[in-house]
């Protein structure tokens, strides 16, 4: 049974001091060596579902499934035998709700005597650990595809060029098709190149932008599209504010993932109960890889459909990785950098029946 707390008054220096880690997504308390709660943010408030003045007083291992792990680290803290210490432990809510695993980081401060304990619910980390691989993976794709794209470029006119001139001085029709399949092929190939150069020849051109009318107008070509057995279905938070972004970059963005949804639902637009579904919400104290944002926005585009291949669910976001037969494997691709340019991220959770794909925008 946890001691009874001793509440800390509502304003203190203390909390002057400490206010800052309201900010916070992380769930953080500021604990004297002897375990004992000074500090705790309204993020570590909200999971144990506990007001701060219940929480400050109580003993910090208490609120732990194995107590011993948090008390050997403080020991650890307080006699500076290192700067910081992870672990992982299963946090209680004593308020009631299932217990959640957490990634515990315990650090001693350089002045008071304090020591900080922060907690990363494990979704949270892999979460973390994602977009970093995401954003990582884009930047390499992005100077893979940039460096590919310009040593395939420069020989590619020389063959075209080479085809057309043997062309004129053939007379054989037989050979002249084969001077044309070249030139054909070339061509093919050159639009793939342009394809792959396009966002980063294309300057960000910035304006305001109102989600529903990037959404509305995605869903009008789709429909035009696919005029049967395809429903559309508008979830909105009218709420929304506009934004500053590039419309055009968004739209493109928007119906490449709607696009990609159409085609896995084939079977079920030939059944007539193919369903996309575009959600937005607004999302607060959101954290996009690494930096913290009071506003995001949420837009979701959902399928019925038979889920993303497990082959290549890893990787659906690099360059030419398709899931269909003959799909060129950019849609994804360039949607992810039109993102990142606005400084989000796009996730995807995929089960048979159920594919979301999830842009995140910071707002003002």
């Known amino acids: 049974m946890s001691p009874r707390p001793t509440p800390a008054p509502p304003s203190s220096p203390l909390h002057d001091r400490l206010q800052a880690l309201d900010l916070l997504a992380t769930l953080t308390a500021v604990v004297a060596p002897d375990g004992r709660i000074l500090f705790a943010n309204s993020a570590l408030e909200d999971a144990l579902a506990l007001s701060r003045r219940s929480i400050e007083g109580m003993q910090l291992p208490s609120l732990f499934a194995e107590p011993a792990q948090l008390v050997e680290a403080l020991a650890g803290a307080g006699s500076n035998a290192y700067a910081a210490l992870r672990y992982d432990g299963l946090l209680l809510r004593p308020a009631g709700g299932e217990p959640l695993p957490v990634h515990v980081v315990v650090a001693q401060t350089d002045r ?64 002249k098709e084969y001077t044309r399949v070249i030139i054909h092929e070339a061509d093919r190939l050159q639009t793939l190149v342009d394809r792959l150069l396009a966002p ?68 079920r637009i030939a059944a007539g109960d193919a369903q996309i579904t575009l959600r937005t919400r607004v999302a607060r104290q959101v954290t996009i890889v690494k930096q913290r944002w009071r506003l995001a926005l949420e837009l979701h585009v959902i399928d019925n459909g038979p889920g993303v291949p497990a082959a290549i669910k890893d990787r659906i976001f690099y360059p030419l990785v398709s899931g269909r037969e003959g799909g060129s494997g950019l849609g994804l691709t360039l949607a992810q950098t039109f993102v990142q340019q606005h400084e989000g991220l796009i996730e995807c959770d995929s089960v048979p029946g159920r594919t979301d794909f999830k842009i995140l925008i910071p707002l003002p």
Do not use: M, W
């Open 112 to 175: 008071y005597g304090e020591v900080v304990v922060e907690l990363l619910p494990i979704e949270q980390q892999a979460r973390q650990e994602r977009e970093e691989r995401l954003v990582d993976q884009a930047q390499a794709n992005k100077e893979l595809i940039r460096n590919l794209a310009h040593e395939i470029k420069n020989p590619l006119g020389g063959i075209r060029g080479a085809a057309q001139l043997l062309e004129l001085e053939i007379d054989s029709r037989e050979l």
């Open 200 to 267: 980063h020849r294309r300057p960000h051109v910035v304006g305001d932008v109102n989600i529903h009318e990037v959404c509305e107008r995605v869903r009008s070509l789709i429909l035009a599209e696919f005029p049967r057995g395809l429903k559309v279905v508008r979830e909105y938070d009218i709420s929304l504010p506009e934004f500053r972004g590039d419309r055009e970059q968004l739209i493109q963005t928007v119906l490449n993932i709607a696009h990609n949804a159409c085609q896995a639902l084939s079977e």
